[in-house]
């Protein structure tokens, strides 16, 4: 009987392998004929996302369905493939496709644990899957999925398989392939890793969410432990190897930023650009732009404008948390009512949101989105101090959203909030107009408006050093002295209403000399240097600094910068007297490249001493840089002393109400422009000003610009010649028998055009022909008379030196 039974047994295993086989070969000859052709994989063509680079190789933007980066598999670490392989399939280089037994192996473990927990899908099977097939758990999709895998073995080399599996698998993180995962998760390229990095990475394929070390780390640990056992079994590596990666620490990158340094506001200038040449395709062709950013300045411009405008909260004191909520009495309700709650609230730049836990005048305290507890004390608590001891009604209660961040190291944080006022810094080489460094405000993902290049704003002064260029061609000097008295225009004057112009402080007084009115920001004597030389013309001669002289409406408003401008339009334009002269245009895209490296694209700017245009005369740009060169040595932007060095210039600006603050600054090769507002106009407060606010995020940034960089200056051109001055008169100094005696100047060194010296001081005469001054021996020079008649109506007494002109 016993036999029998198994003579039962064994012919029922055979028929039963009979059948099968018969149906798998049935299966096989319906399936195999219409498995789809391998074009996908023998001309593998990902979508590749456009990238945006640094000057200096610092990915900056990405844009894309896919966040994905191709790696050919000789690039690929050996670690990062043996750590895959002893992950998903260590019998890859010796299977045809379906691992057999893998398959018998999974079948016996998901029999013994009476359900199906473990697969036996091989690295090829996967990627039959991601290319070709659904992911439905149905008998056909598997025999199709394995019929598929032997088709592709038979068809690519191993490698090749390899190297599609490596670059088209999905890792979380909008990552497809282990390139861009490397950088999304390590902000490092994969030949950066270390082979615990390697392993985390390796240990995503299996269950991309569930394994995330960013969402879940102490589940991807476990996970990466697994993976590096596993490559200690295999013999990829050895026990002080494995022991080695298992202790190391593993720094994930938490932030959103997926770039090596913050550039947004360019990055997304480039791709309008591209968008507009090449259409949707530069989302899926893998297009390379390169810009003319530096990461150091880009990085320095971020941090300015960070600082600028952190400070400018801590002068105004602190506005209250973002919201109040409840919380809960059980610690573990309130830990998921917190979680629950900031998981809605995205971080701003480095300002993240908590949940106070408890406020007192000496500490607060700070719940994290990840449970941290943070505490803030000391210095930190002075500008909420208000808050915090529940001063004029106002108290930091528990359930308070509020911002805090990171005081220099994790164990000192403080209190902040997120910002309402706006700032912009650009920076441009006024050599070729090479955009080194833009942000067009506090943080892109917030507000996308970009302040450097969008934004239309009144300059105030900082427009002035145009009206005196212009001023200069009509033969005025730094050394001719206009009247500081009070001045009142009439409607058709001043554009519509009559304005009596003051200066900042209220003050009037003595005629000045023209450096000295431009070193002090003199209002008064702005308004009458462009009643001088006329409205009409000094709109038109801006032109030549790049402005829309329909911007800027030509009345006497003009002289205190009325008009509007953009901070890239102010850099170009003060990039005009860097340079000594030329007309350089602003430009931020390099080259571009296709996917292989081919060129696209590439920028060919205009030169200043070459193929740029000249503007001015190189003299004017020379004598009004030294001129500016004053505002910052002891003028309104004396505080750039602190840089120690020579060979800065530049002009603070602020306009009405001090609803903009400006400085716009320069080096012989850095041209940099620093803008202060709120996007809806309104004012600043009653103490900003352009030396305030503004000049604080310029000197940040131009000091770790410059750090290292030797002093250039600016050489005198020809055609200029210094002079003795009397600074009282702007007249000629005569040296005293003191002088001659003791070897001393007998006024102050001056420069001027060798056609327009400055007159004795025997007195000149008003040619009412030329409505100009007339001296003997030397050319007219324009006279501003105090108080003319109508516009453009030239006095007609004589005057003596020393009358204002």
Not at 239 to 261: E, G, N, S
Not at 576 to 581: D, E, L, M, R
Not at 630 to 654: C, E, F, M, P, Y
Request: proline letters at 7%; charged letters at 20%.
């Amino acid at each position: 009987m016993f036999s029998k039974w198994w003579h039962y047994a064994i012919a029922l295993v055979v028929s039963l392998g009979v059948v099968g086989t018969a149906l798998a070969g049935l299966a096989a000859a319906l399936i195999y004929p219409n498995l789809p052709p391998l074009e996908a994989l023998t001309d593998y063509k990902p979508k590749l996302p456009l990238r945006v680079y640094t000057s200096d190789g610092a990915l900056i933007g990405e844009f894309g369905e896919e966040r994905r980066a191709f790696i050919t598999i000789d690039k690929v670490p050996d670690y990062m493939k043996q750590a895959i392989i002893a992950a998903e399939d260590e019998r890859f280089y010796s299977h045809g496709g379906v691992d057999t037994l893998g398959v018998l192996r999974a079948a016996a473990s998901n029999l013994l644990s009476g359900g199906a927990k473990e697969g036996a899908s091989t690295i090829t099977m996967q990627v039959a899957r991601n290319f070709f097939l659904s992911n439905e758990k149905t008998l056909t999709r598997k025999l199709s999925e394995a019929m598929l895998a032997m088709k592709i073995e038979h068809n690519l080399s191993k490698d090749k398989i390899l190297e599609l599996y490596i670059n088209q698998i999905y890792l979380g993180q909008r990552a497809y392939g282990f390139e861009a995962a490397a950088r999304a998760y390590f902000g490092k390229t994969m030949r950066d890793l270390s082979l615990a990095e390697f392993a985390m990475l390796a240990g995503l394929p299996k269950a991309p969410s569930r394994y995330n070390p960013v969402v879940n780390f102490p589940r991807a640990k476990s996970r990466q432990e697994y993976v590096l056992k596993r490559m200690h079994t295999l013999k990829f590596i050895d026990q002080p190897t494995w022991q080695a990666a298992i202790k190391q620490k593993l720094v994930i990158r938490q932030t959103r930023q997926q770039t090596d340094v913050a550039a947004d506001y360019a990055a997304e200038m480039v791709r309008q650009t591209l968008f507009e040449k090449y259409g949707e395709s530069i989302y899926s062709t893998g297009i390379k732009a390169v810009t003319t950013l530096k990461r150091a300045q880009q990085d320095s411009a971020n941090r300015a404008v960070w600082q600028g405008i952190a400070d400018y909260d801590l002068r105004h004191g602190y506005r209250g948390p973002e919201k109040q909520i409840s919380l809960p009495a059980d610690k573990s309700a309130r830990d998921a009512a917190i979680v629950d709650l900031l998981d809605d609230i995205a971080p701003v730049s480095d300002l993240l949101p908590a949940v106070v836990l408890g406020a007192t005048p000496k500490q607060i305290r700070a719940q994290l989105q990840d449970g941290t507890v943070v505490e803030i004390t000391g210095n930190s608590l002075k500008w909420i101090a208000s808050w915090a001891a529940g001063k004029k009604g106002r108290r930091l209660e528990p359930g308070a959203v509020v911002r805090v961040q990171s005081a220099g190291s994790k164990s000192q944080w403080r209190l902040a909030q997120l910002p309402e006022v706006e700032a912009a810094l650009v920076a441009v080489n006024p050599e070729d107009g090479a955009i080194t460094a833009l942000v067009g405000g506090f943080d892109f993902n917030r507000n996308k408006f970009n302040r450097a290049t969008q934004a239309w704003r009144q300059p105030g002064s900082s427009f002035k050093p145009f009206i005196y260029s212009a001023a200069l061609e009509k033969g005025l000097t730094p050394a001719s002295m206009i009247d500081n008295a009070p001045i009142s225009l009439t409607a058709e004057e001043a554009g519509g209403t009559a304005w009596e112009p003051k200066n900042y402080d209220s003050s009037t007084g003595e005629p000045v000399r023209i450096r000295a009115a431009l070193t002090k920001s003199l209002n008064l004597v702005s308004v009458r240097i462009l009643q001088a030389i006329g409205p009409h013309y000094a709109r038109d001669y801006i032109r030549r600094f790049g402005f829309d002289p329909a911007r800027h409406p030509p009345y006497l408003t003009m002289a205190l910068g009325a008009g509007s401008v953009t901070p890239l339009q102010m850099a170009a334009a003060y990039g005009v007297f860097a340079n000594g002269g030329f007309s350089v245009n602003p430009h931020l895209i390099d080259k571009v490249y296709d996917k292989d490296g081919r060129l696209l694209m590439q920028s060919s700017p205009h030169k200043a001493g070459g193929s740029a245009p000249r503007v001015i005369d190189p003299r004017n740009a020379w004598i009004m840089t030294n001129m500016m060169q004053d505002v910052v040595r002891h003028g309104t932007a004396a505080r750039a002393n602190q840089l120690g060095r020579s060979d800065i210039a530049g002009k603070t600006g602020t306009t009405n109400d001090a609803r903009d603050t400006w400085f716009a600054g320069f080096s012989p090769d850095l041209v940099a422009i620093a803008w202060m507002g709120y996007d809806q106009p309104r004012s600043l407060g009653r103490s900003e000003t352009g030396a305030q606010s503004a000049l604080p995020i310029w000197l940040n940034f131009m000091g770790a610009a410059l750090k290292g960089v030797p002093q250039k200056g600016w050489p005198m051109p020809g055609g200029i010649i210094p002079a003795q001055i009397d600074p009282a008169t702007g007249a000629r100094a005569s040296a005293s028998l003191l002088d001659a005696v003791l070897g001393t100047s007998p006024g102050m060194t001056e420069y001027f055009y060798q056609e327009f010296p400055p007159p004795d001081a025997t007195g000149v005469d008003w040619d009412t022909e030329s409505d100009s001054f007339a001296a003997p021996g030397h050319a007219a020079e324009p006279a501003i008379p105090a108080k003319p008649a109508s516009p453009g109506t030239p006095a007609k007494a004589p005057v003596t030196v020393g009358t204002p002109i």
